[in-house]
């Protein structure tokens, strides 16, 4: 199956959220789809973020994440959504914030960047590193549709939706939907 990147995969707001929200249906095991899980759409990430995503000026160019370091951005990716997942929900733990320093400092570590484009992996410790050193707990959000991570930059931080061309547009449907049914009656 082939799968395309689009500008609502990059809702995040940050690379490191955008990474971390390429697990679809996180908590759903039977829906659950792992955006990384073929190398092909890992690879392709990188230049779908040098186009959608919101930190595309802050890193430049992108390149893909060299095989034998794809590992560690995976646990990146992981230890990403567990700290800022429990930042969200007022359950900060300092044992998820060490894995997530962990996990930088790995692939920090591994890095062979060396000029030119700087590798996927290396920019998403980075943007992870600013968001744990900047915390904004007050515009880091869960998107109430689909679950992944986003920022909201709003102005009175009132976004409730990940995207609302996707998400929010999906629930006003949805919404639509059930109180026309229940005008009409069963």
């Given at each position: 199956m082939t799968f395309t990147w689009t500008a609502h995969r990059f809702a995040g707001g940050a690379l490191a959220l955008d990474v971390a929200n390429s697990i679809v249906l996180r908590f759903d095991p039977e829906r659950r789809i792992d955006r990384f899980a073929d190398t092909t759409a890992m690879d392709s990430?990188?230049?779908?973020?040098?186009?959608?995503?919101?930190?595309?000026?802050?890193?430049?160019?992108?390149?893909?994440?060299?095989a034998e370091n794809r590992s560690r951005l995976l646990r990146l990716r992981e230890a990403t959504d567990r700290h800022f997942r429990a930042e969200v929900s007022d359950a900060g733990r300092p044992e998820f914030l060490a894995d997530l320093l962990e996990a930088i400092a790995g692939v920090l570590r591994g890095s062979k960047h060396e000029g030119g484009p700087l590798p996927l992996d290396t920019a998403a410790a980075?943007?992870?590193?600013?968001?744990?050193?900047?915390?904004?707990?007050?515009?880091?959000?869960?998107?109430?549709?689909?679950?992944?991570?986003?920022?909201?930059r709003s102005r009175n931080r009132s976004r409730t939706w990940c995207d609302m061309a996707v998400c929010g547009n999906r629930n006003k449907a949805k919404r639509h939907y059930h109180r026309n049914r229940e005008e009409v009656g069963p």
């Open positions: 990430f990188a230049e779908a973020a040098n186009r959608f995503g919101a930190e595309s000026p802050r890193f430049g160019p992108l390149a893909p994440v060299a980075q943007s992870a590193l600013t968001l744990a050193a900047n915390p904004e707990p007050d515009r880091l959000k869960i998107c109430p549709h689909c679950g992944w991570l986003f920022l909201d």
